[in-house]
């Protein structure tokens, strides 16, 4: 894979309880981190708190300055078309080409939608994508 | 090292003669000049005159905690107040404080007997230690201060709290021993890792007593590899004087001094004595307290009396670490739980970091245990798949350990709270309600 065709995501553990994600929101505004866009994922007393910040390696470096459990985490970034049927689009790709989303999550963007999906087969996946004529979106790019 | 050879190293037969006519004479003395443990024993049906060898020390009533609260301030002391010359207060978080008090002679007494200890461990004048017990009603760090100035070492009164500051002292002034408790260590490892300070390269840090808490040989060990130290348990009371005594440099078994201690080890629920080896509750009578005598007193700590002479030559009687309080059992589902159970389970359990938090509550007429465990940051994974089976994995452990289900919640690195003193990991909700 070439530098840039994949996005770097926080991933954040947080626990599951009142004032836990104000807590990290206030590490993320202290620590001058911008985010584009985020999701949480929860499970019994935790959370995941997924999310594209402006200069991801930088924002990594803060909250482990201030012992946050935090992991750098690749995902695909990829513009659809802002209308019916535009996540069909990629989800059909990559369902025929047997690629399984973990998850996945949408940006407005600046350019148009943008959807991020975290997949088991990084490389297949981008195979797939461009074989199908879809773009695949580099950090510069959001 | 030996601070006393004589007496640590004093033949068995003397051990026992010697004893026996400390308590014999404490006995007597009681009877005749407190009105609260003549009625103790008159109630029991004892005379000073049934106490004719050391094993008739079975035939005395127990003392509890209650009599210390119910007799509270100084009811129980049998010195007049103008022969005491210090206070301190028991850190108990149930009902009223219990109040102990020191003439000079038992001052004396405890101070010995740390003296006693922290040579065991191997503290001497050249050494600098760092007391990191709370200073003031706390016994623990007036105690360590002047059992460490005894030895001639040099004694940096450093308290709780402050951490980052207590770091730079450590590292500044060439700190090789520290007293606290386990938990606040692992907490300082922790902070000292945030600063860049490593213990091994940047501290001269070599001996750790530890105590006033429980805590496992998983956690000594994870202690003494993150920190390149040895680490000695030390155990006592307010009750008896405060922390009194530790293990040797063996750690196998905490020595008891048996010129201040007479060991008993019991059946909680009959109170019948125990044999060596076996496993019980410790009763104590202290043969040399003036101010505030124990004559049987029940600790509710739960473990056992090691048998035969220690490797290290002395022969005072060794106890095992502490596995429990006989009233910090928690009974969930009929089933006996310690805390300390629950922390010897996490700690094979690598993904955590080993601070935890027990909830116990109701929900119907189901008891149910949650553990809150923090997970370590290097081990946290964006996949909740991980994290999931995490859990999972611990919550096999800790079934394991415990024989009951336990719902493990796994939390943030930091988020649990750290114990500087005598702190309760255990919130049991069912009490509430």
């Given at each position: 894979?070439k530098?840039?065709?994949?996005?770097t995501q926080?991933s954040?553990?947080?626990?599951?309880?009142?004032?836990?994600?104000a807590?990290?929101a206030?590490?993320?505004?202290?620590c001058?981190?911008?985010l584009?866009?985020?999701?949480?994922?929860?499970?019994?007393g935790?959370g995941?708190?997924r999310?594209?910040?402006?200069?991801?390696?930088?924002?990594?470096?803060s909250l482990?300055g201030?012992?946050?459990a935090?992991?750098?985490?690749?995902?695909i970034?990829v513009?659809?078309?802002?209308?019916?049927?535009?996540?069909?689009?990629?989800?059909?790709?990559l369902g025929?080409?047997?690629?399984n989303?973990?998850?996945?999550?949408?940006y407005?963007?600046?350019?148009?939608?943008?959807?991020?999906v975290r997949?088991?087969e990084?490389?297949?996946?981008?195979?797939?994508?461009r074989?199908?004529?879809m773009?695949?979106?580099?950090?510069?790019?959001? | 090292?030996?601070w006393?050879p004589e007496v640590?190293?004093?033949?068995?037969?003397?051990?026992?003669?010697?004893q026996?006519e400390?308590l014999?004479g404490?006995v007597?003395?009681l009877?005749?000049?407190n009105?609260?443990?003549?009625?103790?024993?008159d109630?029991?049906?004892?005379?000073?005159?049934d106490?004719r060898?050391?094993?008739?020390?079975s035939?005395?009533?127990?003392?509890?905690?209650?009599d210390l609260?119910?007799?509270?301030?100084?009811?129980?002391?049998?010195?007049?107040?103008?022969?005491?010359?210090?206070?301190?207060?028991?850190?108990?978080?149930?009902g009223k404080?219990t109040?102990?008090?020191?003439t000079?002679?038992?001052?004396?007494?405890?101070?010995e007997s740390?003296?006693?200890?922290?040579?065991?461990?191997?503290i001497?004048?050249?050494?600098?230690i760092?007391v990191?017990?709370?200073y003031?009603?706390?016994t623990?760090?007036l105690?360590?201060?002047?059992?460490?100035?005894?030895v001639?070492?040099?004694?940096l009164p450093?308290?709780?709290?402050?951490?980052?500051?207590?770091?730079?002292?450590?590292?500044?002034?060439?700190?090789?021993?520290?007293?606290?408790?386990p938990?606040?260590?692992?907490?300082m490892?922790?902070?000292?890792?945030?600063?860049?300070?490593?213990?091994r390269?940047?501290?001269?840090?070599?001996?750790?007593?530890?105590?006033?808490?429980?805590?496992t040989?998983?956690?000594?060990?994870?202690?003494?590899e993150?920190a390149?130290?040895?680490?000695y348990?030390?155990?006592?009371?307010s009750?008896m004087?405060?922390?009194?005594?530790?293990?040797c440099?063996?750690q196998?078994?905490?020595?008891l001094?048996?010129?201040?201690v007479?060991?008993?080890?019991?059946?909680?629920e009959?109170?019948e004595?125990l044999?060596?080896?076996?496993?019980?509750e410790?009763?104590v009578?202290?043969?040399?307290?003036e101010a505030?005598?124990?004559?049987?007193?029940r600790?509710r700590?739960?473990?056992?009396?090691?048998?035969?002479p220690?490797?290290?030559?002395?022969?005072?009687?060794?106890?095992?670490r502490?596995?429990?309080?006989?009233?910090?059992?928690?009974?969930v589902?009929?089933?006996n739980?310690f805390p300390?159970?629950?922390?010897?389970?996490?700690?094979?359990?690598?993904?955590?970091?080993?601070?935890y938090q027990?909830t116990v509550?109701?929900i119907g007429?189901?008891?149910?245990?949650?553990?809150?465990?923090?997970?370590d940051?290097?081990?946290?994974s964006?996949?909740?798949?991980?994290?999931?089976s995490?859990?999972k994995?611990?919550e096999?452990i800790?079934?394991k350990?415990?024989?009951?289900g336990?719902?493990?919640?796994?939390?943030?690195?930091?988020s649990?709270?750290?114990?500087e003193g005598?702190?309760?990991?255990?919130?049991?909700?069912r009490?509430m309600?």
């Open positions: 894979m530098d840039g065709e994949l996005i926080l954040i553990f947080v626990n599951n309880e009142p004032g836990s994600l807590s990290i206030l590490v993320l505004k202290e001058d981190i911008n584009k866009a985020f999701n949480i994922a929860e499970s019994a935790f995941v708190l999310a594209i910040a402006d200069d991801p390696r930088k924002a990594c470096a482990r201030r012992s946050i935090v992991k750098p985490t690749k995902v970034a513009h659809v078309e802002d209308q019916p049927g535009g996540l069909f689009g990629i989800a059909r790709i025929e080409a047997k690629i989303i973990e998850y996945a999550y949408a407005a963007g600046k350019k148009g939608p943008v959807i991020f997949v088991d990084p490389e297949a996946a981008l195979a797939a994508i074989a199908a004529g773009k695949v979106l580099g950090e510069k790019d959001l | 090292m030996y006393n640590e190293c004093a033949p068995r037969e003397e051990i026992e003669r010697r026996f400390s014999r404490l007597a003395n009877y005749d000049n009105p609260f443990y003549r009625g103790k024993m109630g029991h049906g004892v005379k000073p005159g106490i060898c050391l094993e008739d020390i035939k005395l009533p127990f003392m509890y905690k209650d609260r119910d007799n509270y301030p100084t009811k129980l002391f049998t010195v007049p107040t103008t022969d005491i010359v210090r206070y301190h207060v028991s850190s108990g978080t149930t404080p109040l102990v008090g020191y000079r002679e038992d001052l004396e007494y405890w101070t740390l003296a006693r200890a922290l040579t065991s461990v191997g001497t004048d050249e050494d600098t760092q990191s017990y709370g003031g009603l706390f623990g760090g105690g360590l201060h002047y059992g460490a100035e005894r001639g070492a040099s004694v450093s308290s709780t709290g402050s951490t980052e500051r207590q770091l730079e002292l450590m590292v500044d002034l060439g700190v090789t021993a520290i007293a606290c408790t938990s606040y260590l692992i907490h490892i922790e902070v000292a890792g945030k600063m860049g300070i490593d213990f390269r940047d501290t001269k840090l070599r001996i750790a007593v530890l105590g006033a808490e429980p805590w040989d998983a956690m000594r060990k994870i202690i003494e993150s390149g130290i040895r680490a348990d030390i155990f006592g009371t009750e004087a405060g922390p009194m005594f530790t293990e440099g063996e196998d078994g905490i020595h001094s048996w010129d201040m007479y060991p008993e080890i019991i059946d909680p009959t109170g004595v044999g060596p080896g076996e496993e019980g410790l009763v009578t202290m043969l040399k307290k505030l005598p124990m004559v049987r007193f600790l700590d739960v473990t056992a009396i090691i048998e035969g220690c490797k290290c030559g002395r022969t005072s009687p060794r106890i095992r502490i596995t429990g309080r006989t009233d910090d059992m928690l009974i589902r009929g089933i739980v300390s159970q629950v922390e010897h389970a996490l700690l094979q359990v690598p993904e955590l970091t080993g601070h027990i509550d109701r007429a189901l008891d149910v245990m949650k553990v809150e465990a923090e997970i940051p290097d081990a946290f964006d996949k909740m798949e991980d994290l999931m995490i859990k994995r611990a096999g800790m079934k350990y415990l024989n009951i336990v719902r493990i919640e796994l939390r943030e690195h930091g649990l709270p750290r114990y005598k702190g309760s990991r255990v919130k049991d909700m009490s309600k």
